[in-house]
């Protein structure tokens, strides 16, 4: 009896220890999160408070400066210049996705798709700094043939970056487009419609949400990477002249400048403020893919 | 043109467009493994590099990015299987789940240069520790932990709810099914993701930037415990190998940079491609001995023959 009693209170013991390892667990990703944010925003708003920066000079001028006398510090160059680079790789990136997607998922036999789909995954899964590498190698002597100069470009920024978002838009749309029902398809054949136009006409505009969240996410990865950017984009300070001139991203000054400056400088608060402007940036991706994405469930 | 003919050629350029791209993927390849020729060289994989001539090799910096995996997966791994457990079993629908999820998305949306400016923050200038490679680790660990969370939730959903009402009808805790009957029915889904999020820490550079440092103490192995230099101590500055490439094409000063960096770029490639080999070899080795188990052994039931 008195056995029994304690393994009931053993078993209602571990059942207690284990849910609340797992609650903890969950609520610890909740304060990371809100640690992260009031961390970079408490850093961020620095520049602001201590330094006396203004919120217009720091967000719409294209003067950075740190050296000088004044110092200036304008984000606007690096904020241009990350805008510039992602949304280009979007432009190269996106068709091409889309295209994949629609190949896998009715087009392809299903030997190819089972060859592709481990060559997406291997592309993810090439590490940015290798990616960064490649373009060192390739692309940036084959720019300075072609255009001259020094081949590190925007342009080159552009491609490299591409190519790493390709794979994320393209499993992000297959999976959109795989949740159209067969039946769209079949009605469309019903009415006499050939592939091409049953897939152009009936099946991408159903999965036209989950499509633009793949794009989105897309755009989000090119905002945020940042090595393999720096690596190609050639961090000149100033707003790009064309797409074979090199400029810079946010994310490539913070890779460069933040071990140089002294914590607690102007400088230093500058780019703290930057990594903030990143973060809302991020912030802005999440609410679009919340309302443009499809409504889960039902 | 006539719509059948528009739409052969459309087919026509689909297939252009999957073979460019698997094209370019074996370019990539051909490109690394050639010009980093030479990376499986036992004196490069594990000697020492130099910093101002020739001929230096890649040892610490292999060590120091195993080590710091080996140390994000303890750390991320129960984190994200408890996280997981709790979103998948215990926790109520609704608005404190919803708030939850949206942590998670914010998270795994982070660009990983600002997780490891919060890491400069967070565990190397608040915690005074310094460049450590238990800062990298905790800071990789931030990004790693909402596709773990992601990965180990739908692999418990994916359970079928016949395995657990059966436990939970036999008398079992919640608890106790999970671990007995819901877990090791979820192991195969849950290792093989594990397996690929061990390649994307491997492959992670940014992060460590400003968590784990550009430098590495000479290790020696007869150090002690306490000491910079013994390689298993977790508060000793570690570049890794993806920094390692980073920082010899930026203010590489070694004669052989150029090399090296190539080298070293054809290690992460081979790493890619064994990490992916490795989570595919699992996921069928283990589908095969939870499953396949029953076939193994004829005469036990209907379900050996559906199977």
């Known amino acids: ?298 | 043109m006539t719509a059948r003919m528009i739409d052969k050629v459309w087919t026509g350029i689909f297939y252009a467009v999957a073979a460019a791209v698997i094209g370019l993927l074996i370019f990539f390849f051909a490109v690394v493994l050639s010009k980093g020729a030479g990376f499986w060289q036992p004196e490069f994989l594990f000697g020492r590099p130099s910093n101002t001539q020739a001929g230096g090799g890649i040892g610490p910096q292999l060590i120091n990015s195993f080590y710091m995996l080996v140390v994000t997966l303890l750390l991320s791994v129960p984190l994200s299987l408890g996280a997981g457990i709790y979103l998948a079993e215990y926790a109520k629908q609704g608005r404190i789940v919803g708030f939850i999820r949206l942590c998670l998305e914010t998270m795994a949306s982070l660009p990983s240069i600002v997780v490891g400016l919060f890491g400069l923050l967070a565990f190397v200038t608040l915690t005074g520790w310094g460049y450590t490679l238990l800062g990298g680790a905790l800071a990789v660990t931030i990004i790693n932990l909402p596709g773990l969370t992601r990965i180990c939730e739908t692999a418990i959903l994916d359970v079928p709810s016949n395995i657990k009402e059966g436990s939970l009808a036999l008398g079992a805790t919640r608890w106790q099914t999970l671990v007995k009957a819901v877990l090791p029915a979820a192991i195969p889904q849950i290792v093989t993701g594990v397996i690929l999020s061990a390649g994307r820490i491997f492959g992670e550079a940014a992060v460590f930037i400003y968590t784990a440092g550009l430098t590495t103490p000479m290790l020696r192995w007869d150090a002690d415990w306490g000491s910079q230099a013994n390689p298993l101590n977790v508060f000793r500055p570690a570049e890794t190998l993806t920094v390692h490439i980073w920082k010899l094409n930026s203010e590489g000063i070694v004669p052989d940079a150029k090399l090296i960096a190539a080298k070293s770029a054809a290690v992460l490639m081979v790493a890619v491609l064994l990490f992916n080999l490795a989570a595919r070899l699992a996921s069928s080795l283990l589908a095969r001995y939870f499953s396949g188990g029953r076939r193994a052994r004829p005469g036990r039931g209907e379900r050996s023959k559906a199977a």
């Open chain 1, 1 to 298: 009896m008195q056995q029994m009693h304690t393994k009931r209170r053993n078993r209602w013991l571990e059942e207690y220890i284990g849910r609340t390892f797992a609650v903890i667990c969950g609520w610890l990703i909740v304060l990371i999160t809100v640690t992260m944010i009031i961390f970079l925003a408490v850093k961020g708003i620095q520049s602001f408070t201590d330094s006396g920066l203004s919120l217009s000079d720091m967000l719409l001028s294209a003067q950075w400066d740190p050296n000088g006398t004044p110092p200036k510090y304008g984000a606007l160059i690096f904020i241009v210049g990350s805008m510039l680079v992602s949304l280009g790789a979007l432009l190269i990136s996106a068709p091409i996705a889309l295209a994949l997607a629609i190949f896998m998922n009715f087009i392809a036999p299903k030997w190819f798709v089972s060859l592709l789909k481990p060559v997406l995954e291997l592309l993810v899964g090439i590490p940015s700094v290798v990616y960064g590498w490649l373009g060192v190698t390739i692309l940036v002597p084959l720019m300075r043939e072609w255009f001259g100069g020094s081949g590190f470009s925007l342009l080159a920024g552009i491609i490299v970056l591409s190519m790493m978002i390709l794979p994320t838009i393209t499993s992000i749309a297959a999976d959109a487009l795989a949740n159209v029902p067969m039946a769209y398809m079949e009605a469309s054949y019903g009415l006499g419609s050939t592939r091409w136009q049953a897939i152009s006409r009936v099946i991408v505009p159903a999965a036209k949400a989950g499509i633009a969240t793949g794009v989105v996410f897309g755009l989000a990865r090119a905002f945020g990477e940042a090595l393999a950017v720096q690596m190609v984009i050639g961090n000149t300070i100033k707003l790009p002249s064309g797409l074979d001139s090199p400029t810079a991203t946010l994310t490539s000054v913070l890779t460069m400048d933040m071990a140089n400056t002294i914590n607690g400088t102007p400088w230093n608060n500058a780019l703290w403020t930057l990594a903030l402007i990143l973060l809302l940036i991020s912030f802005f991706f999440i609410a679009v893919i919340r309302l443009v994405g499809p409504r889960k469930e039902g």
